[in-house]
């Protein structure tokens, strides 16, 4: 049955929603200010009147869309808490099954779908009314429903099956689940890290060899010069979605691999090309990605040890409004999460501090062993005004939000 009354649990966890609302208002509109900033001396020109006054526009959309989705979201999840309705939910639920392992694929299931659906009036105006106003948008919705349902397919397997095995490990492990699952979570992250490009992203994109010729041999000469094992480098049909360009290195082992977006290689010089790739290289010649996974997995360890010293507590259930003498799982694990996004938030911004700080070292990779950061510098400068960036984010914005550098710091430090 239902709790009667509101607990101090409660109010805590509406207080850190309040609080995160809050933050997030008062970041945006900080950032939305630094429009009103001149354009630095180092990258005077690289936008136009015109096209400065579009990348002005095109952010005050997505930031007037974020806000009203911000808003609205608040509001529903302080309403479903105060009304009751993960409880509600969990009585519904239950009544299908006594399995805390069906429950909880039940409970997480619904609520996923639930949101999903919530949400999806303002991906929809993002991506068909936002992203195609000022030209970025080229996926047909064609594309959006099937990404859609191959997103759901996929979702539903790897999510189903670590679920149900998280879900068993508590109830046979006792306290000691956390260290199961902790193995499980691992291995699945280095899986994941190792077979993303090669097993996922096919399902989604094309990936095509890059093709031979002069940009290819451009490559091969700095793939050798620099002793990158130069095997894997693909072209990725991401113009099929957006106009918007980017690369990245994914992989360990013999599976690390550099994808370059096709709108990228249509945007850039070959030098431009190059220092991207060797931007990349950087990340992998420094150990960024297995540098980054060893702390991510830490950090799951350790929220999953703080994890198991709450959730049996029935305090966490009754917090969303069921009274029960015992702990129920899944509801267990919404709370948890609510009260643990203070924490969350600052490892997110340490780990952000610590992405910037790889992306100023792999740039410094590419200088050094380009010989100049003049090929970065403009390709930077390419995919900044090519995807309407904002020059000169506020400063705490960027501290909260950014994983790397805004554009002005990164061509300050490669002028060194």
């Keep these: 049955m239902l709790t009667s009354g509101i607990s101090i649990l409660?109010?805590?966890?509406?207080?850190?929603?309040?609080?995160?609302?809050?933050?997030?208002?008062v970041l945006d509109s900080l950032n939305a200010k630094s429009w009103d900033m001149p354009i630095p001396k180092e990258l005077e020109g690289i936008y136009d009147t015109e096209k400065y006054e579009k990348a002005r526009k095109y952010h005050q959309a997505r930031a007037q869309l974020a806000k009203i989705s911000s808003i609205l979201g608040t509001i529903g999840i302080t309403v479903?808490?105060?009304m009751k309705g993960f409880a509600w939910m969990h009585l519904q639920v239950a009544t299908f099954s006594d399995s805390s392992i069906i429950q909880a694929l039940l409970?997480?299931?619904?609520?996923?779908?639930?949101?999903?659906?919530?949400?999806?009036?303002?991906?929809?105006?993002?991506?068909?009314?936002?992203?195609?106003?000022f030209g970025f948008n080229k996926m047909t919705w064609k594309t959006?429903?099937?990404?859609?349902?191959?997103?759901?397919?996929?979702?539903?397997?790897?999510?189903?099956?670590?679920?149900?095995?998280?879900?068993?490990?508590?109830?046979?492990?006792?306290?000691?689940?956390?260290?199961?699952?902790?193995?499980?979570?691992?291995?699945?992250?280095?899986?994941?890290?190792?077979?993303?490009?090669?097993?996922?992203?096919?399902?989604?994109?094309?990936l095509?060899?890059?093709?031979?010729?002069?940009?290819?041999?451009?490559?091969e000469v700095f793939a050798t010069k620099i002793n990158f094992p130069l095997t894997n480098i693909f072209v990725i049909d991401g113009s099929k979605r957006s106009t918007k360009a980017n690369a990245y290195f994914s992989g360990l082992?013999?599976?690390?691999?550099?994808v370059l977006f096709d709108t990228l290689i249509k945007e850039q010089t070959e030098d431009e090309l190059v220092s991207v790739l060797a931007h990349e290289v950087g990340h992998y010649k420094m150990k960024h990605i297995q540098k980054g996974m060893f702390i991510g997995i830490l950090q799951m360890g350790a929220l999953l040890f703080i994890l198991q010293l709450f959730i049996n507590k029935p305090a966490l259930s009754q917090a969303l409004g069921l009274q029960t003498d015992v702990?129920?799982?899944?509801?267990?694990?919404?709370?948890?999460?609510?009260?643990?996004?203070?924490?969350?938030?600052?490892?997110?911004?340490?780990?952000?501090?610590?992405?910037?700080k790889n992306e100023f070292e792999a740039d410094n990779y590419a200088k050094e062993n380009i010989g100049t950061g003049e090929h970065l510098i403009s390709a930077l400068k390419k995919l900044s005004?090519?995807?309407?960036?904002?020059?000169?984010?506020?400063?705490?914005?960027?501290?909260?939000?950014?994983?790397?550098?805004?554009?002005?710091?990164?061509?300050?430090?490669l002028l060194k």
């Design 107 to 133: 409970f997480f299931g619904i609520f996923s779908i639930a949101s999903d659906i919530i949400g999806l009036p303002f991906e929809l105006y993002g991506i068909f009314v936002i992203e195609e106003k």
């Design 253 to 258: 082992g013999s599976k690390k691999t550099i």
């Design 10 to 25: 409660s109010i805590i966890i509406i207080l850190f929603i309040a609080f995160n609302f809050i933050l997030e208002y």
């Design 385 to 413: 005004v090519n995807n309407l960036s904002n020059l000169q984010p506020n400063k705490w914005y960027v501290f909260f939000h950014y994983s790397h550098p805004p554009l002005l710091a990164r061509v300050q430090n």
């Design 208 to 219: 095509n060899p890059l093709e031979e010729g002069t940009l290819r041999h451009k490559i």
């Design 144 to 206: 959006y429903i099937s990404d859609k349902v191959k997103g759901y397919i996929i979702g539903g397997i790897i999510g189903g099956i670590l679920l149900s095995l998280f879900v068993w490990f508590y109830s046979i492990a006792g306290n000691k689940f956390w260290i199961y699952a902790w193995i499980l979570f691992a291995a699945f992250s280095i899986f994941f890290a190792m077979f993303y490009t090669s097993i996922i992203v096919p399902l989604f994109n094309k």
């Design 80 to 82: 479903f808490i105060l």
């Design 327 to 356: 702990p129920i799982f899944h509801l267990g694990l919404i709370a948890f999460s609510l009260l643990y996004s203070p924490i969350s938030m600052i490892t997110g911004i340490f780990m952000n501090i610590r992405s910037r």
